[in-house]
């Protein structure tokens, strides 16, 4: 256990756990809009899959991976055109029409990969930025500043989707849409055109996301997300609807899964118990809230379709 | 207006219809014929006495689920647990049945589906509490149980619920043991897997129905989604009601799952280590079956066995005209899609009804 | 309303229904040769049908039994004499189970259910179709059934030999292993693994670690690099999902051996060497038994000695001659039985 402590191990640890957090990360603070305007999306998990093929796709066919996340945020903004219309102009539950989005999503990026692609080809993925001198501090160094440009991207876009949501008129449209949709309306706030954006914005990123895990493992294969689309939309919630929040819920989670993937290495969690082990991020990600008692509410208008007149 | 009614009844069947056109272009572009893929469709879900069994027993699981989740719904609560709750009512089930396996059946059968019951009971009530004492909203809180149930699910069958013949061979299959006879499911037809799972799930539903519009308890629910504010101020405890409606939605799943168990094949509890490998989606596929069915006990009924057709339909058409299990997964996310997002022309319909009902009564109109 | 649109729906589906069973064979329990026929002219191809838990591309599993029955498929003479059929992703044992009776319904000659989940149905579904063969793997037990082959991989063997390799070839004395569920023939592999290792360097460090899934890629990826952090130079992994491991292992210059299947494919530099699964070889052998009307009972093991398991050299990364030589060497001696691996322990 005392392995574990060394300072080697535990920057390994914090600096996988980054990584690990980095596509939710991205999913997560698109969904993030989403719900602040009053749109849930369970289908993210889906389109990160879309967008994850799409640009797996590009790679090997062009080999050029600022293409590659084109292609994906543009196959997102598409899925999103499309769960924007199903939410908002049809009004359809939301929950479930999230659902349908991923077994699409999930059904067709492998039925696309089988057909268009057939057996696992690796990519090249994005190259490790080492940031000229703050790369050299000891410590902060490898933890911070010696990443992907995928990885700096996604925390980069906290501090700039928080100055979105909370100081631009835009964001005060988002937020009202999803506080209280009558009163903006009342106001000329466009409700149908808000949530369009913010749904087709959520899922670019998204699809961003699914195109950051690609080239992060650099291969795509059926169902590569497993699952981590799911994760993305709770820790909306986790966050309190803030990109600071979601951020925090993200490392949290990515941390703990490291950590039990490095406690395992050394052994220290028996195999035995490795299955109850591998449920920990879950259970401590919910465990976490309870302690940190919330109090944001939801956006009051979330899952609520806006009609006008009531 | 009849003709209005009709439309209404069977707009979700257009949809579904409207999602399988495109499954037909998919399967032309993929080299596949749709005719053939469809008649084969219908024939694997309604074909032959086994293809309507099979129906029947996919159906049972989407209808415990979509009645559950007619009870979360009307308390406003979405309970996308199901999967987990599913497999903790297997889990309790399979428990159950490993620790009294020589109970005589008339006894350890029922209490089984019992056990099946409290385990989702207890995998419901959990994010209720949460929602409604810690404020965690049971979308979050679900989704990671979820992924805790599936851990513990297989704790248990790699170790000490694995089949003691696997461990004395050395396969390690995570599997149990063939589980007691006396558990077995009775059959409703003889040389099918049709069992009275079916008559299990078609008695939940009425009792639902009674409960939710014939008790006072089910009121109260009822009431608290219609209008949270109001009932606050009327007295009533709005938190215990959502507790209540996500312990009985997760009940219903957990009996879901011990019927799973209990009426499987194998007569076991295995799977391949995921909750759908066990579950076959039916903690989500249920919840389309309620919507399906316009969130209401009974409508659930005929909902859940077209959806099941589909289900097992969709698995024929793949093995007759040999597409990949993909097509069939997106298929399935476009019949979701398209019959939730049917909802609003019934909505529309509905008040056009209602309208010209109205009229009917007071053909003199006037404010 | 709501009753009729029942009547209506249950109408309509009824009349299908009499449409569709019209066009083809209703269904019993008893398997048939599909009566299409009249007079045969051409002789019927012999039908196989696979359902296994994953995709068929996944460079593992699943691909390794597919491109068997390809190969046999074309050294039988080609889709005329050989149809395969298969249901891949199968992961909801109940479906697999709905699919395994359905193909014996349409009267396939071998239905093979790939993928040890499925043994426990097949027990139940293989008594009601007397005249259609199984094959069930991997896993040894047929069930005493007279209609059920069991096949199974003794991975251990390869998996030794590329531990010894693997041990030979690292100069940090640590290993990474990343495995799925400590169940079936990623254990067995990775005991072989760890076996040989440990045979050909007493010192050598070992780091195990099973993630839980199959699936999981990017979990894989991470176990990987927590591994590479603990200093492994030479990374081996089971299960579809080790294609994130084999990224890391490019990306950080570390070694690779693969397992199931040829991974050369993967990472062209740094794939030292993979265990390949030729099923064929027991496939094959099932086939001739029943065209001589033996439908089952026997089990079946590919191991290095019947060819079933070959050790593929990646042609793209240069191995040493001493390392060949020591990797043949054990081949050899695993074969001849002077090295023993170890073998799936019935436990006490």
Redesign the interface.
Same mark, same amino acid.
């Given at each position: 256990m005392s392995e574990f402590f060394k300072i080697a191990a535990l920057v390994t640890t914090a600096s996988t756990g980054i990584r690990y957090a980095t596509s939710y990360l991205y999913a997560a603070i698109g969904e993030t809009f989403g719900q602040r305007s009053g749109v849930?999306n369970?289908g993210v998990d889906?389109i990160m899959l879309l967008g994850a093929f799409g640009a797996y796709y590009t790679t090997r066919q062009t080999g050029n991976l600022w293409l590659a996340m084109l292609v994906a945020a543009v196959i997102g903004l598409i899925m999103g055109l499309a769960m924007a219309f199903?939410s908002v102009t049809?009004?359809?539950?939301q929950?479930?029409?999230g659902?349908?989005?991923?077994?699409?999503?999930?059904?067709?990026s492998?039925?696309l990969f089988?057909?268009l692609v057939g057996t696992p080809l690796p990519i090249p993925g994005f190259p490790q930025i080492r940031i000229p001198w703050l790369s050299e501090l000891p410590v902060v160094g490898q933890l911070l500043f010696s990443h992907s440009i995928i990885v700096y991207g996604a925390f980069l876009l906290v501090p700039i989707t928080t100055y979105v949501l909370n100081r631009t008129t835009i964001g005060l449209k988002i937020r009202s849409a999803g506080e209280n949709p009558a009163a903006a309306d009342t106001l000329g706030v466009s409700i149908a055109r808000v949530r369009y954006g913010t749904v087709m914005f959520g899922s670019m990123l998204a699809g961003i996301g699914g195109a950051a895990l690609t080239t992060e493992l650099r291969i795509f294969q059926?169902n590569l997300t497993a699952?981590q689309g799911?994760?993305a939309?709770?820790l909306v919630?986790?966050g309190a609807w803030r990109p600071v929040g979601v951020m925090y819920g993200a490392l949290l989670y990515g941390l703990v899964a490291s950590t039990v993937l490095q406690l395992k290495t050394l052994g220290v969690i028996p195999r035995?118990?490795s299955?109850?082990a591998?449920?920990l991020p879950?259970?401590i990600?919910?465990l976490a809230?309870?302690v940190a008692?919330?109090r944001e509410r939801?956006p009051a208008a979330l899952?609520k379709p806006y009609q006008r007149g009531g | 207006m009849r003709l209005l009614?009709?439309a /209404?009844?069977?707009l979700p069947?257009a949809a579904v219809v409207g999602a399988l056109l495109i499954g037909a272009v998919m399967l032309l572009v993929?080299g596949a014929d749709p005719i053939k893929g469809f008649?084969a469709l219908?024939?694997?879900?309604?074909?032959?006495l086994?293809?309507l069994s099979?129906t029947a027993s996919k159906a049972v699981p989407l209808l415990l689920v979509g009645v559950g989740i007619t009870i979360a719904f009307r308390a406003n609560v979405?309970n996308?647990g199901g999967e987990g709750q599913i497999v903790l009512g297997a889990m309790f089930g399979t428990g159950t049945a490993l620790l009294f396996p020589h109970l005589p059946g008339w006894l350890l059968l029922p209490l089984v589906m019992i056990a099946g019951f409290a385990g989702g009971a207890l995998w419901g009530a959990i994010p209720g509490a949460?929602k409604a004492y810690?404020?965690?909203?049971e979308?979050?809180?679900t989704?990671?149980?979820n992924?805790?149930a599936?851990?513990?699910m297989?704790?248990f069958l790699?170790?000490p619920w694995m089949d003691p013949a696997e461990?004395?061979?050395?396969?390690?299959?995570?599997?149990t043991a063939?589980l007691p006879q006396q558990a077995d499911l009775p059959l409703l037809l003889k040389?099918t897997r049709l069992n009275i799972g079916l008559v299990i799930a078609v008695v939940a539903a009425i009792l639902v129905y009674i409960f939710l519009w014939r008790m006072t308890e089910g009121f109260r629910i009822r009431a608290v989604g219609f209008n949270p504010f109001a009932s606050r101020y009327a007295g009533m405890q709005v938190n215990n009601r959502i507790v209540l409606a996500l312990t009985l939605s997760g009940a219903l799943c957990g009996l879901a799952g011990a019927i799973?168990v209990f009426g499987?094949?194998?007569?076991?509890f295995?799977?391949? /280590?995921?909750a759908? /490998?066990?579950? /076959?989606?039916a903690g989500?596929n249920g919840?389309?079956a309620a919507?399906f069915g316009?969130l209401?006990p009974?409508?659930t009924i005929?909902a859940s066995v077209?959806f099941g057709?589909l289900l097992?339909g969709a698995?024929?058409l793949?093995?007759v005209v040999?597409v990949?299990?993909?097509?069939?997964?997106?298929?399935?996310?476009?019949?979701?899609?398209?019959v939730?997002?049917s909802?609003?022309w019934k909505r529309r319909l509905d008040r056009r009804i209602q309208l010209s009902a109205s009229r009917a009564n007071d053909p003199g109109g006037g404010p | 309303?709501?009753r009729?649109?029942?009547i209506?729906?249950l109408v309509f589906?009824?009349v299908?229904?009499a449409?569709?069973?019209g066009?083809?064979s209703?269904?019993t329990?008893a398997s048939t040769a599909t009566t299409e026929g009249t007079t045969q002219a051409a002789a019927e191809p012999f039908k196989i049908a696979m359902i296994a838990?994953s995709?068929i591309n996944d460079l593992a599993f699943t691909q390794s039994m597919y491109d068997a029955l390809l190969a046999i498929q074309t050294e039988m003479g080609g889709e005329s004499a050989v149809q395969i059929?298969?249901?891949?992703?199968?992961?909801?044992?109940?479906?697999a189970?709905?699919?395994v009776r359905?193909?014996a319904?349409?009267g396939y000659d071998l239905v093979i259910a790939h993928?040890?989940?499925y043994?426990?149905?097949l027990?139940?579904?293989a008594p009601d179709y007397p005249n259609t063969s199984f094959a069930w793997g991997t896993?040894?037990?047929t069930f005493g059934l007279s209609n059920v082959f069991a096949y199974e991989a003794a991975s251990e063997e390869g998996g030794y030999v590329e531990g010894v390799m693997a041990a030979a070839l690292s100069k940090s004395g640590v290993l990474g292993v990343i495995g799925?569920?400590?169940?079936?023939d990623a254990?067995r592999y990775v005991d072989g693994f760890v076996a040989g290792a440990t045979a050909q360097n007493p010192a050598i460090d070992i780091k195990v670690n099973y993630t839980?899934?199959?699936?999981d890629v990017a979990l894989a990826a991470a176990a990987a690099t927590t591994e590479i952090g603990q200093g492994a130079d030479v990374l081996t992994g089971s299960a579809q999902m080790v294609t994130g491991a084999v990224g890391v292992a490019q990306q950080d210059g570390v070694l690779w051996f693969g397992t199931q299947a040829d991974q050369a494919q993967l990472a062209p530099d740094i794939v030292v060497a993979s265990q390949v699964y030729e099923w064929q070889v027991v496939v094959d052998q099932i086939i001739s038994l029943i065209k001589g009307g033996t439908l089952g009972g026997q089990s079946f093991v590919i191991d290095l000695a019947n060819g079933g398991e070959t050790i593929a050299y990646n042609p793209g990364y240069s191995l040493s001659e001493d390392t060949k030589a020591l990797a043949e060497k054990t081949i050899a001696g695993i074969i001849d039985g002077s090295i023993e691996p170890p073998?799936?322990?019935?436990?006490s």
């Amino acid at each position: 256990m005392s392995e574990f402590f060394k300072i080697a191990a535990l920057v390994t640890t914090a600096s996988t756990g980054i990584r690990y957090a980095t596509s939710y990360l991205y999913a997560a603070i698109g969904e993030t809009f989403g719900q602040r305007s009053g749109v849930l999306n369970l289908g993210v998990d889906g389109i990160m899959l879309l967008g994850a093929f799409g640009a797996y796709y590009t790679t090997r066919q062009t080999g050029n991976l600022w293409l590659a996340m084109l292609v994906a945020a543009v196959i997102g903004l598409i899925m999103g055109l499309a769960m924007a219309f199903v939410s908002v102009t049809l009004q359809a539950e939301q929950g479930i029409s999230g659902i349908g989005f991923y077994l699409f999503g999930l059904g067709m990026s492998d039925l696309l990969f089988q057909k268009l692609v057939g057996t696992p080809l690796p990519i090249p993925g994005f190259p490790q930025i080492r940031i000229p001198w703050l790369s050299e501090l000891p410590v902060v160094g490898q933890l911070l500043f010696s990443h992907s440009i995928i990885v700096y991207g996604a925390f980069l876009l906290v501090p700039i989707t928080t100055y979105v949501l909370n100081r631009t008129t835009i964001g005060l449209k988002i937020r009202s849409a999803g506080e209280n949709p009558a009163a903006a309306d009342t106001l000329g706030v466009s409700i149908a055109r808000v949530r369009y954006g913010t749904v087709m914005f959520g899922s670019m990123l998204a699809g961003i996301g699914g195109a950051a895990l690609t080239t992060e493992l650099r291969i795509f294969q059926s169902n590569l997300t497993a699952g981590q689309g799911f994760i993305a939309v709770a820790l909306v919630y986790f966050g309190a609807w803030r990109p600071v929040g979601v951020m925090y819920g993200a490392l949290l989670y990515g941390l703990v899964a490291s950590t039990v993937l490095q406690l395992k290495t050394l052994g220290v969690i028996p195999r035995s118990v490795s299955d109850l082990a591998t449920m920990l991020p879950a259970v401590i990600t919910i465990l976490a809230l309870v302690v940190a008692v919330q109090r944001e509410r939801q956006p009051a208008a979330l899952t609520k379709p806006y009609q006008r007149g009531g | 207006m009849r003709l209005l009614s009709i439309a /209404g009844g069977l707009l979700p069947v257009a949809a579904v219809v409207g999602a399988l056109l495109i499954g037909a272009v998919m399967l032309l572009v993929l080299g596949a014929d749709p005719i053939k893929g469809f008649s084969a469709l219908i024939e694997g879900s309604f074909g032959s006495l086994k293809a309507l069994s099979d129906t029947a027993s996919k159906a049972v699981p989407l209808l415990l689920v979509g009645v559950g989740i007619t009870i979360a719904f009307r308390a406003n609560v979405i309970n996308i647990g199901g999967e987990g709750q599913i497999v903790l009512g297997a889990m309790f089930g399979t428990g159950t049945a490993l620790l009294f396996p020589h109970l005589p059946g008339w006894l350890l059968l029922p209490l089984v589906m019992i056990a099946g019951f409290a385990g989702g009971a207890l995998w419901g009530a959990i994010p209720g509490a949460l929602k409604a004492y810690f404020s965690v909203n049971e979308i979050l809180s679900t989704i990671m149980l979820n992924i805790v149930a599936v851990q513990i699910m297989n704790f248990f069958l790699q170790g000490p619920w694995m089949d003691p013949a696997e461990v004395e061979k050395g396969s390690r299959i995570p599997q149990t043991a063939r589980l007691p006879q006396q558990a077995d499911l009775p059959l409703l037809l003889k040389n099918t897997r049709l069992n009275i799972g079916l008559v299990i799930a078609v008695v939940a539903a009425i009792l639902v129905y009674i409960f939710l519009w014939r008790m006072t308890e089910g009121f109260r629910i009822r009431a608290v989604g219609f209008n949270p504010f109001a009932s606050r101020y009327a007295g009533m405890q709005v938190n215990n009601r959502i507790v209540l409606a996500l312990t009985l939605s997760g009940a219903l799943c957990g009996l879901a799952g011990a019927i799973l168990v209990f009426g499987s094949e194998s007569h076991r509890f295995v799977t391949d /280590g995921s909750a759908t /490998g066990f579950t /076959g989606s039916a903690g989500f596929n249920g919840i389309v079956a309620a919507l399906f069915g316009g969130l209401h006990p009974i409508g659930t009924i005929p909902a859940s066995v077209l959806f099941g057709a589909l289900l097992v339909g969709a698995n024929k058409l793949q093995r007759v005209v040999q597409v990949p299990s993909a097509l069939i997964i997106a298929l399935n996310g476009l019949v979701v899609v398209f019959v939730v997002s049917s909802a609003i022309w019934k909505r529309r319909l509905d008040r056009r009804i209602q309208l010209s009902a109205s009229r009917a009564n007071d053909p003199g109109g006037g404010p | 309303m709501k009753r009729l649109s029942v009547i209506l729906v249950l109408v309509f589906a009824l009349v299908a229904a009499a449409c569709a069973s019209g066009t083809s064979s209703t269904t019993t329990t008893a398997s048939t040769a599909t009566t299409e026929g009249t007079t045969q002219a051409a002789a019927e191809p012999f039908k196989i049908a696979m359902i296994a838990p994953s995709a068929i591309n996944d460079l593992a599993f699943t691909q390794s039994m597919y491109d068997a029955l390809l190969a046999i498929q074309t050294e039988m003479g080609g889709e005329s004499a050989v149809q395969i059929d298969y249901t891949d992703n199968a992961f909801v044992v109940d479906d697999a189970a709905a699919a395994v009776r359905d193909y014996a319904d349409q009267g396939y000659d071998l239905v093979i259910a790939h993928g040890s989940q499925y043994g426990s149905s097949l027990q139940e579904i293989a008594p009601d179709y007397p005249n259609t063969s199984f094959a069930w793997g991997t896993a040894g037990d047929t069930f005493g059934l007279s209609n059920v082959f069991a096949y199974e991989a003794a991975s251990e063997e390869g998996g030794y030999v590329e531990g010894v390799m693997a041990a030979a070839l690292s100069k940090s004395g640590v290993l990474g292993v990343i495995g799925p569920i400590e169940v079936g023939d990623a254990k067995r592999y990775v005991d072989g693994f760890v076996a040989g290792a440990t045979a050909q360097n007493p010192a050598i460090d070992i780091k195990v670690n099973y993630t839980g899934s199959f699936s999981d890629v990017a979990l894989a990826a991470a176990a990987a690099t927590t591994e590479i952090g603990q200093g492994a130079d030479v990374l081996t992994g089971s299960a579809q999902m080790v294609t994130g491991a084999v990224g890391v292992a490019q990306q950080d210059g570390v070694l690779w051996f693969g397992t199931q299947a040829d991974q050369a494919q993967l990472a062209p530099d740094i794939v030292v060497a993979s265990q390949v699964y030729e099923w064929q070889v027991v496939v094959d052998q099932i086939i001739s038994l029943i065209k001589g009307g033996t439908l089952g009972g026997q089990s079946f093991v590919i191991d290095l000695a019947n060819g079933g398991e070959t050790i593929a050299y990646n042609p793209g990364y240069s191995l040493s001659e001493d390392t060949k030589a020591l990797a043949e060497k054990t081949i050899a001696g695993i074969i001849d039985g002077s090295i023993e691996p170890p073998r799936p322990a019935a436990s006490s």
